[in-house]
């Protein structure tokens, strides 16, 4: 009894503190992610208030977190939608590959790491933000832009990409052989081609069993299937979020819109758990030392980014403004890259790769949303002077 009533205090006083960090994040303007980083660091190791009984159930909570991000980002494609999207912009996607994997596999190399933590730090710095850039598209009203649909398509060629990298990475953190690694690249690319092809062919009897007129019922659905599923896909050696993500692909319609709504309260929580667990994992006392190696890596990425939303928008023919829209876009940093970072502690891969990208990612889900509402009078600036140039070029 006296352990369940220190688990309730504990997991009570964690949510209500986040509830106040994201009330600030929300009056400042920013991403609460860094607060929620920073409320685990207080909390963790090293913090200012370990907790003592609840960090099993916030890991838990954690897991659960993961699945449902992924779940929910799953709803905003289907799957003809997704093959469009990767037909129309692969080399704009290998080209966000080579640029934004390539500063954390040579920070990780340079710095003496080994070949598997910089494999891990390519992942870290490659993978964008899905819930933070759209929350920044949705914020600033640049949803119906025409760099839109390019972000978004990277987004989705970065998501498909981590289908294939997290079990590649997984193996090499287990020190698996190389034909056991292919194995697992194999199995995870086949389980994903076969949710696809089900999910084209097949999606409807998917929605017509899980679709209900109960709000009730249709959560359970929904969140029992894409649990079931990642826990399939985890056997399989494929990431369990990877499952999720491809449970929501295969909803489309109302049917994925309800889905979401009813969603998105669960998942804001455990999401903001997810991201707590992974500061209770890494002693403050780690990150200053790093401060100045992440401030660099983070100034590093945000170039590669920028000049992979120009080269993109420049592609699908938009306008200078809008292609710095797109890049700006990009920055933000959170989910997959503090995912991976766990994976890559877990395993024990290096010591100082946590706290590393602990910093990276509070430096860039914070400036990535700010960068954004500081720069907007500027492409409003540029938007303006390029319309009275063409108007002036017209007469």
Same mark, same amino acid.
Request: hydrophobic share 60%; net charge neutral.
């Given at each position: ?73 799953? #709803? ?21 590959? $080579? ?66 990298? #997290? ?8 020190? $698996? ?58 056997? #399989? ?7 999720a993500f491809l449970v929501g692909i295969a909803l489309s319609g109302e049917l994925a819109e309800d889905a979401q709504a009813l969603l998105a309260p669960l998942r804001d929580l455990f999401a903001a758990v997810f991201f707590v667990f992974f500061g209770l994992q890494t002693d403050p006392a780690k990150i200053l030392p790093v401060a100045g190696l992440a401030a660099a890596l983070a100034l590093a990425s945000m170039l590669t980014k920028l000049a992979t939303g120009a080269y993109a928008a420049r592609r699908a023919g938009i306008a200078p403004a809008g292609r710095m829209r797109a890049g700006i876009a990009l920055i933000p940093r959170g989910e ?38 500081? $720069? ?20």
């Amino acid at each position: 009894m006296e352990h369940t009533a220190i688990l309730f205090l504990e997991f009570g006083a964690v949510l209500l503190a986040l509830g106040v960090l994201g009330a600030l994040a929300l009056r400042a303007g920013i991403s609460p992610i860094p607060l929620y980083l920073i409320a685990g660091l207080a909390f963790g190791t090293g913090g200012i208030l370990p907790l003592a009984t609840s960090e099993e159930f916030i890991g838990t909570g954690a897991e659960l977190g993961v699945i449902l991000l992924l779940l929910t980002l799953g #709803l905003e494609y289907n799957a003809d939608e997704l093959v469009t999207s990767l037909k129309g912009n692969a080399r704009a996607g290998v080209v966000d590959l $080579v640029l934004n994997a390539t500063p954390g596999a040579v920070c990780a190399l340079l710095l003496g790491w080994g070949p598997v933590a910089a494999v891990a730090m390519a992942g870290v710095t490659y993978a964008t933000s899905s819930g933070i850039t759209a929350k920044v598209l949705s914020d600033l009203g640049w949803i119906g832009n025409r760099e839109t649909p390019v972000v978004l398509s990277l987004l989705v060629f970065e998501d498909l990409t981590m289908a294939v990298y #997290l079990p590649l990475l997984t193996a090499m953190l287990a020190g $698996v052989s190389l034909a056991s690694g292919a194995m697992s690249v194999g199995i995870a690319l086949a389980t994903v081609g076969v949710v696809l092809v089900f999910a084209l062919r097949y999606g409807r009897w998917i929605e017509a069993f899980v679709a209900s007129p109960n709000s009730e019922v249709l959560l359970l659905k929904v969140v029992g299937l894409a649990l079931l599923v990642a826990g399939i896909a985890q056997q #399989l050696q494929v990431s369990a979020a990877v499952g999720a993500f491809l449970v929501g692909i295969a909803l489309s319609g109302e049917l994925a819109e309800d889905a979401q709504a009813l969603l998105a309260p669960l998942r804001d929580l455990f999401a903001a758990v997810f991201f707590v667990f992974f500061g209770l994992q890494t002693d403050p006392a780690k990150i200053l030392p790093v401060a100045g190696l992440a401030a660099a890596l983070a100034l590093a990425s945000m170039l590669t980014k920028l000049a992979t939303g120009a080269y993109a928008a420049r592609r699908a023919g938009i306008a200078p403004a809008g292609r710095m829209r797109a890049g700006i876009a990009l920055i933000p940093r959170g989910e997959f890259n503090i995912v991976i970072a766990g994976l890559a502690v877990a395993a024990g891969a290096h010591p100082d790769l946590g706290p590393l990208a602990a910093a990276y990612v509070l430096i860039l889900a914070a400036f990535g949303p700010l960068a954004a509402r500081l $720069v907007q009078p500027l492409l409003t600036a540029i938007a303006n002077r390029g319309a009275e140039s063409a108007g002036r070029a017209g007469r």
